[in-house]
């Protein structure tokens, strides 16, 4: 929130402290396997991504028939596929014209794994 700021009868506008803080920590880099960790979280934290991720526990599916399933329009449907993808829950090849998709199973437990050793958990 920007809040209004009187001096000598000119009001000037400055950004809140929260603000500040956080436009200066969205500013600094979070380190790569933390970023990763992220990205992986956000993926599932989507409830059309996990019906997708549901569906596919099932088999592969083309986007077609992920779209008639989840009853979202074709376009959102690949921009989930492609979230699903880059936190690497989802292969995808093409088969003609349709998108195949096929979930990693292995993707789980990899990023449990993952996340244990990130964030310092023994064994």
């Not at 009868?9 to 402290?17: A, C, D, F, K, Q």
């Not at 992220?38 to 088999?59: E, P, Q, S, T, Y």
């Not at 077609?64 to 989840?70: A, C, G, I, K, S």
């Not at 995808?92 to 990130?118: H, I, K, S």
Request: charged share 25%.
């Amino acid at each position: 929130m920007i809040r209004p700021r009187s001096g000598s009868g000119v009001t000037h506008l400055s950004p809140s402290r929260a603000r500040v803080r956080s436009t200066i920590a969205a500013a600094i880099a979070p380190p790569e396997d933390l970023r990763q960790l992220r990205i992986f979280h956000k993926a599932m934290a989507d409830v059309n991504r996990l019906r997708i991720v549901r569906r596919l526990v099932a088999g592969d599916a083309t986007v077609t028939e992920l779209t008639d399933h989840v009853g979202l329009s074709q376009p959102l449907v690949s921009w989930h596929v492609g979230r699903l993808r880059a936190a690497g829950v989802v292969e995808t090849r093409r088969n003609g014209r349709e998108t195949v998709c096929r979930l990693r199973g292995e993707a789980f437990a990899e990023f449990a794994a993952r996340e244990r050793a990130v964030l310092g958990f023994a064994g």
